[in-house]
């Protein structure tokens, strides 16, 4: 089998993963009767540029390309970056640097720069990297295979829109897609983002928040249903205020939640990522009412002291943010949460960090995403360079908090063992292929033996007999059902 080079996704409805981690996911390999072209693409950051890389290698199949193995095997590479954290550059950098020898030995070889770090750089990327291609921003991904033409044509191309030009085009969703994973699937509900975090550079990357149709999203869902997927992924940079651009009044992403739930054949649905200061009674109300959606909330805090989240521009109170937690525990049977906290925001005091501490312990977290202040230019935290903190400082605060996150995410995983799970068949561990690996409703990773390969997409009872901060073991019990999804064979013309 052939492989198609993606980001590796936490499961659906996490939070942001490491920058830069890549898997490979099977397809069917091509023709070897045949000369083909073949791309290669590896993707950096968050879900919505997963969704987008689906995109890209959807629309490079449409004109005739095929999957590479690696970068040295491909005719077209595609870096689709992230620039919310400072190593992004480094490691695009890095691998461009990498690239460029590769380009010297083979002229025809493609290079594409696309995504939120091009959307930033821009100019800057062709003149640190001479060698690429095509640099496209995250406004007009649907346009990589024209200027790759273009390229042909012309030479190097830099298009960069500054916003969507024409809001239908704006979704990844509206593009030919390769998909990941058969079974289940990323649906892009909401792009860009209204809010102004001082850290965060999403809005300069990727504009004003445009939310699709409600109508269109849910058709889209009955499409996926009836191709096979039975778990599908709301994206957004801030579900909870889906819609609002539309009615002019109120979210409503209830609704949406409501409507995808009930499309038949979809037996879990996921979201990310909510802000807590739009986390609305009637979106609790969705979870708790609506089987389908998953009992897990990704509720990202950043800080536990007031004095940084107002800083940080956040627009809640720790005791705000612990009431809608409580809100929503109290509704959904089974809720795991999990988390983003940053350490080290500029001018954060001992004080500040141990208010964190006393917050992330009363939360009670299933898991967090902890990640070390990263100054971007172009934000207002990046002007704090007076306020910054000595590494040595923030390295040791980040050590403590690990401590504490992964003691009640110990205690929580621990609490489990005995109880049945129903989980979906991921495929083979990584770690270790004799171990089945599976998930939760809840988005907890279970380890198990099968006597049987069991495809992706099974849905099996297992009963945990084991855990630790990171993940669940077990042993099977039964298959509960069949993946729906078509079994991918490969075709050779005669």
């Known amino acids: 089998m052939a492989a198609v080079p993606v ?3 936490p499961s659906s409805g996490s939070g942001p993963a490491e920058v830069g981690a890549v898997s490979l996911v099977e397809v069917a390999p091509p023709n070897l009767d045949r000369v083909d072209r073949r791309y290669f693409i590896r993707t950096y950051g968050c879900q919505m540029n997963e969704h987008d890389s689906e995109r890209i290698a959807g629309l490079l199949e449409a004109e005739g390309l095929v999957a590479a193995n690696s970068p040295d095997e491909a005719d077209v590479v595609v870096l ?51 060698h690429v291609d095509v640099v496209v921003g995250t406004h007009n991904v649907h346009r990589t295979a024209e200027l790759l033409e273009r390229a042909r044509r012309e030479g190097p191309v830099v298009e960069i829109w500054d916003e969507a030009l024409d809001e239908a085009e704006a979704f990844p969703s509206a593009l030919p897609v390769k998909r990941e994973v058969d079974y289940a699937a990323w649906v892009t509900i909401q792009v860009g983002c209204d809010n102004r975090c001082a850290f965060c550079i999403v809005p300069a990357v990727r504009g004003r928040e445009i939310s699709r149709p409600m109508d269109e999203l849910v058709a889209e869902v009955e499409r996926l249903a009836s191709d096979g997927v039975v778990e599908v992924t709301l994206l957004g940079q801030n579900v909870n205020s889906y819609g609002r651009d539309l009615t002019r009044r109120r979210p409503l992403f209830a609704e949406l939640l409501g409507a995808v739930a009930q499309v038949e054949g979809i037996e879990r649905v996921r979201f990310t990522s909510p802000h807590p200061k739009d986390l609305r009674p009637e979106t609790i109300e969705a979870m708790a009412t609506h089987p389908a959606v998953c009992p897990h909330l990704h509720l990202p805090l950043q800080s536990g002291s007031d004095r940084v989240l107002a800083a940080m521009h956040r627009g809640y109170t720790a005791e705000r943010y612990l009431s809608r937690l409580e809100a929503a525990r109290a509704a959904v049977a089974d809720l795991a949460v999990t988390t983003d906290l940053i350490v080290g925001f500029p001018g954060e005091t001992d004080e500040d960090f141990e208010r964190t501490l006393e917050v992330v312990a009363a939360a009670g977290y299933d898991s967090a995403y902890t990640f070390v202040f990263s100054p971007r230019p172009g934000t207002e935290a990046a002007a704090l360079t007076d306020r910054f903190l000595p590494p040595e400082v923030v390295a040791e605060r980040f050590e403590r908090l690990r401590v504490v996150v992964e003691r009640s995410a110990l205690a929580r995983h621990r609490a489990r063992i005995g109880r049945e799970e129903l989980v979906l068949v991921e495929g083979p561990s990584k770690k270790d292929p004799s171990l089945t690996t599976g998930r939760t409703g809840q988005n907890k990773l279970v380890h198990f033996r099968s006597a049987e390969h069991l495809r992706p997409g099974t849905f099996a009872r297992v009963r945990v007999t084991d855990a630790s901060a990171h993940f669940l073991r077990g042993d099977l019990l039964a298959v509960t059902a069949a993946p729906r999804h078509r079994r991918r064979i490969p075709v050779v013309a005669g």
């Open 7 to 9: 980001r590796a996704a």
């Open 80 to 130: 689709n970056t992230c620039c919310i954290r400072e190593n992004a550059d480094n490691k695009l950098y890095g691998a461009l640097g990498h690239l460029k020898a590769a380009k010297a030995a083979r002229p025809e070889l493609e290079i594409v720069v696309a995504g939120c770090l091009a959307q930033k750089d821009r100019e800057l990327i062709r003149q640190r990297a001479s």
